[in-house]
């Protein structure tokens, strides 16, 4: 009912930027938060960078000042913005989405399949 497609991600040489965009499609009545969590093998996922419907944003404080999330609701599209990049920022990168379908009018997380980045020299 609901998939959400990642793209951007690939190799950057540290200091450099990347845009990564998730767009959700499907049977959508409205999206509320959004967000990019990243995972490297051994560790924990985490949450990386979340934005509410209203635009209002959040940042694990390893980002602050580096990325910048954004969206367009009449796209249904959540963005991220990623500058300085260091190689602790090698991970997948997921997307996810708080979603109201038509066919089932409560909220339901989903994800994206990830996307690859990698920063290296």
């Known amino acids: 009912q609901v998939q959400l497609v990642e793209s951007g991600g690939g190799l950057v040489q540290p200091g450099g930027s990347l845009r990564l965009s998730c767009a959700a499609s499907g049977s959508i009545a409205m999206i509320n938060d959004m967000g990019w969590h990243r995972q490297v093998p051994g560790k924990q996922r985490e949450l990386v960078a979340a934005?509410?419907?209203?635009?209002?944003?959040t940042y694990v404080d390893s980002v602050k000042g580096r990325f910048t999330i954004s969206r367009d609701n009449a796209k249904k599209s959540v963005y991220l913005q990623m500058n300085s990049l260091k190689p602790e920022d090698t991970a997948v990168y997921y997307c996810?989405?708080?979603?109201?379908?038509?066919?089932?009018?409560?909220?339901?997380?989903?994800w994206g399949q990830g996307t690859q980045v990698t920063v290296s020299s």
């Open positions: 996810n989405a708080e979603v109201y379908s038509y066919s089932r009018p409560s909220l339901n997380d989903y």
């Open positions: 934005i509410s419907r209203a635009g209002a944003p």
